[in-house]
């Protein structure tokens, strides 16, 4: 049983300071949140370039009172490069027997309750700004053993299974999977007699609804929990204009285009109609979906996370959903209804 509302850590380190990170743990706690979700690779960006720094957060968090471990469902991911090493990334048995080793220790706990897939694995990242080795600019030294590029299923869920029996993770995710790599994941781990993912992390809010297509439907139709990340589109669903008004403008507000500029203008007067704000309307239109097990706050101080608890109280009828239809379209529905006969 988890929260509704997951606190996500990825701002933890990188654009929150340790010290108020900790008390940002420790007040979710208080309001009930009983589920935080990491990934080895936060701590990259904003500056630090410091993989696994969230997690090295979350680790001194729980060493301050270990009964908080109990207390918490703990989630992290596999998938991202973590150095420039050639096996340092991907979905290889290699990795992430090694990534779970390395997860574990930063957080000092001998198990991960969910254990997620980052990305289905298309083959090992490698970004440009990777040089391994004796290679020189532009030529790949490295070729995997396996005949494909990508890591098969077989050998993923052997890795997985092999976490499991060592008691090391309870239950594995998958985190922005299409409909189709759901059902392959599902379909692979039931022939090898595996409980397979238990979930999924998605994008999805409001602006963003292409999940509602087939990863939802596949959600649905094997049993999976949809995670939704980025609940309020970047700050887009968050009254952008309110604050542009009061001369808070945002980067967000700046790139908006005319017609999207008209579209959230529907959008805040609406919430301001029903006299809520809009980050309580966009959370509670999450949460009233059967499939969103919970949505992923990611705040940055406090007082964002305490902002959010009034969308567990709000109730959106068929009319305020049929407006927000309106205002924000969706694809039409699931596949193969939102585009054919």
Not at 104 to 123: E, F, K
């Amino acid at each position: 049983m988890v929260s509704r509302f997951c606190l996500g850590t990825a701002n933890l380190g990188p654009f929150t300071p340790a010290a108020e990170s900790l008390e940002i743990m420790s007040h979710a706690l208080d309001m009930g949140i009983n589920f935080f979700d990491t990934a080895d690779i936060y701590g990259w960006w904003g500056g630090r370039e410091q993989p696994g720094l969230s997690e090295e957060i979350i680790g001194r968090w729980l060493a301050q009172d270990k009964s908080r471990r109990r207390q918490i469902v703990l989630a992290s991911k596999v998938y991202f490069p973590m150095s420039d090493e050639v096996n340092d990334r991907g979905l290889s048995a290699y990795h992430i027997r090694q990534a779970c080793e390395d997860s574990l220790r930063r957080m000092g706990t001998d198990h991960i309750d969910l254990y997620q897939m980052h990305h289905v694995d298309r083959g090992a990242p490698q970004p440009a700004e990777y040089e391994w080795g004796m290679a020189k600019p532009g030529v790949d030294l490295y070729r995997p053993a396996h005949r494909r590029a990508d890591t098969p299923w077989e050998e993923i869920w052997q890795a997985m299974e092999l976490l499991v029996q060592q008691g090391k993770v309870l239950y594995v995710g998958s985190s922005n999977f299409a409909g189709w790599n759901i059902a392959q994941a599902c379909e692979r781990a039931a022939a090898r007699h595996f409980l397979g993912p238990v979930s999924d992390q998605s994008l999805y809010n409001l602006n963003k609804r292409t999940v509602e297509l087939e990863v939802i439907p596949a959600c649905r139709e094997y049993g999976l929990g949809l995670l939704a990340y980025m609940p309020l589109d970047g700050g887009l669903l968050a009254g952008v204009l309110k604050k542009a008004a009061e001369g808070r403008r945002t980067p967000v507000y700046d790139d908006l285009k005319p017609q999207m500029k008209a579209r959230v203008d529907a959008w805040e007067s609406f919430c301001r109609d029903l006299g809520e704000s809009p980050v309580h309307v966009a959370t509670a239109w999450l949460l009233k979906n059967p499939v969103v097990a919970a949505t992923i706050l990611g705040p940055r101080s406090r007082e964002q996370l305490a902002d959010n608890t009034r969308a567990l109280e709000l109730e959106l009828d068929d009319a305020a959903m049929a407006r927000l239809d309106e205002i924000w379209p969706g694809p039409g529905g699931q596949a193969p209804d939102a585009y054919a006969w």
